[in-house]
């Protein structure tokens, strides 16, 4: 993610090295498919920056190179082609840092594409290897981005507690509005983790806006912007078994079945009034996941200019739809789902049991939104004294 106008934690710590890092040996958690705002690779700026006090890179969910699909696909550790150095998956053998890793490193820099859905892994993973290090004689630094999806707007009930896992460490939003620095220095209050957090902040940038710069590949199946912009409602699909574009070229813009009508779906869909969006009925033909080389009848699902950003309720009313016309194709897809193997995946998803529930319900979401709303207000008030940015 890079952008002329903004510096990034990355583009300042050149300068703050010094103060910041000191002669303390780091490891870094991050991926091959992070930049800087001049375009280099993240870890190639650190490793110049930082020398031989880089002794590990850490990479999280779909790999260091993002070549991993989806859900408990797990990567290898390595050494690193260039560096020489370690390559050590969190998602792999084990999900925390082991014991050995920990031998002489002194800081943890984290920098993360995150893409401002709840659900997605890597902001949860940190915190569970933050918790898994409190007590501990290491230091935290985040070298904070700009939340894509911009920092003002939030989407979706806010994860129960009781519910917390791979894909939910705070109950916050599935669209959260945080920040990488914002998200983890909250959560290390709410957990009570006991490690010395830093932030090197962001310069030039206001949670009113919302992406701008180059969009990489932070996983395989997020390869847009606008990939990001519908997730927040999109991934509800991996919780059903309607297909959500994986196998295809248009991952979470794709959704379909081979019994699902379509053409229906849409027109219904445009009587609920989604302005800014349309919904082209088309057919795919996924390579892998569900359906892998069916034929699906789907829809294709277009921003337009004008929309308002907002996918939620969209996804939910479209699960909604689906479910009441195709009663008796229609089902919740079974666990497991992140390391979870009792519990419904949609109920994973969603932080709790509500959603699940009013969907069963035939509940419009214009019915529903109200109470989510009332939740929403209440977690911003709760977030407020973590927020870094205006």
Not at 338 to 365: H, L, N, Q, V, Y
Request: overall charge negative; some cysteine; glycine content about 10%.
């Amino acid at each position: 993610m890079s952008d002329a106008r903004l510096l990034c934690g990355i583009d300042r710590l050149e300068k703050e090295f010094s103060d910041l890092v000191g002669d303390r040996r780091l490891a870094m958690v991050s991926a091959a498919s992070q930049i800087s705002g001049t375009g280099e690779p993240v870890v190639d700026a650190v490793s110049r920056i930082a020398g031989k006090q880089l002794a590990a890179v850490w990479a999280l969910q779909h790999g260091f190179f993002a070549d991993r699909q989806d859900n408990m696909i797990l990567s290898e550790s390595f050494t690193h082609p260039h560096l020489g150095i370690p390559v050590r998956s969190l998602y792999g053998e084990t999900l925390v840092p082991r014991e050995e890793w920990l031998r002489g490193v002194d800081l943890l820099l984290v920098d993360v594409f995150d893409i401002g859905t709840r659900v997605y892994t890597f902001l949860n993973h940190m915190v569970l290897a933050m918790r898994h290090l409190s007590g501990g004689n290491i230091t935290v630094v985040v070298l904070d981005r700009p939340n894509p999806l911009g920092g003002r707007e939030t989407e979706g009930p806010p994860a129960h507690p009781g519910w917390f896992s791979m894909v939910a460490q705070l109950p916050v939003p599935m669209r959260h509005g945080l920040t990488a620095g914002e998200f983890l220095t909250w959560a290390a209050d709410y957990h009570r983790i006991d490690l010395e957090i830093e932030v090197l902040e962001v310069r030039g940038w206001r949670r009113a806006r919302g992406f701008s710069g180059t969009w990489t590949y932070p996983s395989p199946n997020m390869p847009t912007a606008d990939t990001a912009r519908l997730y927040p409602g999109a991934v509800m699909l991996e919780g059903t078994n309607l297909s959500e574009g994986r196998g295809t070229t248009r991952p979470f813009e794709l959704v379909g079945a081979p019994w699902l009508d379509a053409r229906s779906l849409a027109g219904e869909l445009r009587a609920l009034g989604y302005d800014g969006l349309d919904f082209l009925a088309l057919g795919f033909r996924p390579e892998f996941g569900k359906f892998a080389r069916e034929f699906c009848n789907g829809l294709l699902v277009l921003p337009r200019a004008g929309w308002d950003g907002r996918s939620f309720g969209l996804y939910y009313d479209l699960i909604r739809l689906a479910r009441r016309r195709h009663a008796g194709e229609f089902a919740w897809a079974p666990p497991p789902y992140e390391f979870e193997s009792e519990r419904p995946p949609m109920d994973m998803i969603c932080g709790g049991t509500k959603i699940r529930e009013w969907i069963e319900a035939d509940r419009p979401f214009a019915e529903v939104e109200p109470e989510i709303n009332a939740a929403l207000d209440a977690c911003r008030e709760t977030a407020a004294p973590y927020l870094l940015y205006e």
